[in-house]
């Protein structure tokens, strides 16, 4: 359990938090780049940290990112009108560029130098791999830009990224990503032979209890969780944990990486990128349901408005129960809730609330087990480095070390006993030159392992 005093510590990320620094320390996915397929395109109004900002790329093609309140009067600079290099305020007309600077104020006399005085506050932004990635914080220099595979791969070899939004506090999505025990419940199916088009199913015959290994680092925590199976041999899936709100978890034998990003306390984006290494993914896939409409079979998102909490929320929300099926929960699977992206899990963590409804749970009321080892772990990482930073002014090593970016998850099949940090180094390397490490998949009982 967690102090309520640690637990803000932990899960509020506004302006002045402790958290809510640490996470300004680093670039930030915010946005597909295809929302802003052309340039003086419709501005966005996104939300990120507790913080309005309007994105738009201007006429140059940049991308830019600016505080929603105009500098003047506080309107929104969300109805700006996106023109010649820069986004002017339609209240009285003042335009900024990219920078923040302000380029024109046309109701001021000509003679005047006010313009020169007056700045919006911007955000840098990169455009790489087909995502837009803004940084929120003080430095007149940004930080080294992420090395994730998913980012220094060629554009083509990355897929378009999968974006759901959650309507709960980011730790709480986020710690889903940290248990491996839950795969043999919340994703499982009631036998080998169930009809279900996807589902989780041990290959270990009884084995649901997974013992979990966790090292910490520099750029945070990786762990296995071991299973054995009938012949002694111990499968081990390894995930990561990687500062401030990453993971990378089984499942797939491309180069990935998951972000839970905060809008603010109470919402968050689960952001899921992709990469083959060997060649670029094929048109048909990448045009296909899978990242065009990857909810498709769950009702798809709703009707989109200005109001950021509206992208990428899918149909199936808690409001419905997540459409819930009691007669597929009765004859195949562990739970009616469609096994579609991680709408089970966000059944699970967004209604962890209060007894009065509050969004973000207290953690003081749970009772940890052996299987929660990686999230206690995740936990003790992320409020000491809020903490040091906060009393010390050194953030974790990973921001400017970007090649501790350079890991990978890896799935294992080992000996008995054997050392699998040793075992394993080259497997989570992302420079090992070795694909990703992705041993027995199971073919025959239709394992989709997704968690």
């Not at 032979?193 to 945070?220: C, I, Q």
């Not at 990128?273 to 998102?301: C, H, K, M, W």
């Not at 967004?350 to 999230?375: C, F, K, Q, W």
């Amino acid at each position: 359990m967690l102090s309520r005093e640690d637990n803000d510590v932990l899960c509020r990320v506004g302006p002045g938090t402790p958290m809510g620094t640490l996470m300004r320390q680093y670039w930030i996915p915010a946005l597909p780049a295809a929302e802003f397929s052309e340039p003086d395109g419709p501005p966005k109004r996104m939300k990120l940290l507790g913080e309005y900002i309007v994105m738009f790329r201007n006429s140059s093609g940049e991308l830019g990112a600016v505080a929603e309140a105009c500098p003047h009067r506080g309107a929104s600079m969300f109805f700006g009108r996106n023109e010649e290099n820069g986004l002017r305020c339609v209240y009285h007309g003042w335009k900024f560029d990219i920078e923040g600077a302000c380029t024109d104020m046309p109701n001021e006399p000509a003679e005047s130098n006010f313009k020169n005085k007056v700045h919006l506050r911007a955000y840098p932004c990169r455009d790489v791999n087909h995502m837009i990635w803004v940084y929120m914080g003080d430095r007149a220099t940004p930080p080294p830009f992420p090395a994730f595979e998913i980012n220094t791969l060629p554009a083509e070899n990355v897929a378009p990224p999968m974006i759901m939004m959650e309507e709960s506090n980011w730790m709480q999505n986020l710690e889903g990503d940290l248990d491996s025990a839950h795969l043999d419940w919340l994703h499982a199916r009631l036998s080998a032979e169930a009809e279900t088009p996807a589902g989780w199913w041990s290959v270990f015959t009884g084995d649901k209890n997974p013992r979990l290994d966790v090292m910490t680092t520099d750029y945070g925590v990786y762990y296995t969780a071991k299973r054995t199976r009938p012949d002694g041999n111990e499968w081990h899936r390894i995930n990561q944990f990687i500062f401030p709100f990453h993971s990378m978890i089984t499942g797939s034998d491309r180069a990935s990486l998951r972000s839970f990003v905060p809008l603010d306390d109470e919402w968050g984006m689960l952001i899921s990128q992709s990469a083959s290494l060997t060649g670029p993914i094929p048109d048909a896939e990448r045009n296909g349901v899978q990242y065009t409409d990857p909810f498709r079979n769950s009702g798809g998102y709703v009707s989109r408005t200005s109001d950021p909490t509206t992208y990428f929320y899918t149909t199936a929300n808690k409001h419905n129960d997540y459409c819930r099926d009691f007669a597929i929960e009765k004859r195949s699977m562990v739970s009616g809730i469609p096994n579609v992206g991680n709408l089970q899990d966000r059944a699970m963590t967004e209604l962890m609330t209060g007894p009065n409804g509050e969004v973000i749970y207290d953690r003081s009321h749970e009772h940890l087990g052996t299987s929660d080892a990686m999230v206690i772990a995740v936990r003790r990482q992320l409020i000491r480095a809020a903490k040091h930073l906060r009393d010390h002014g050194v953030p974790p090593a990973n921001v400017d070390n970007v090649q501790l970016d350079r890991i990978r998850h890896a799935t294992v099949l080992l000996p008995p006993g054997a050392g699998w940090v040793a075992a394993t180094e080259q497997a989570r390397n992302a420079d090992s030159g070795r694909p990703v490490a992705q041993e027995l998949r199971d073919t025959t009982q239709r394992v989709a392992a997704r968690s």
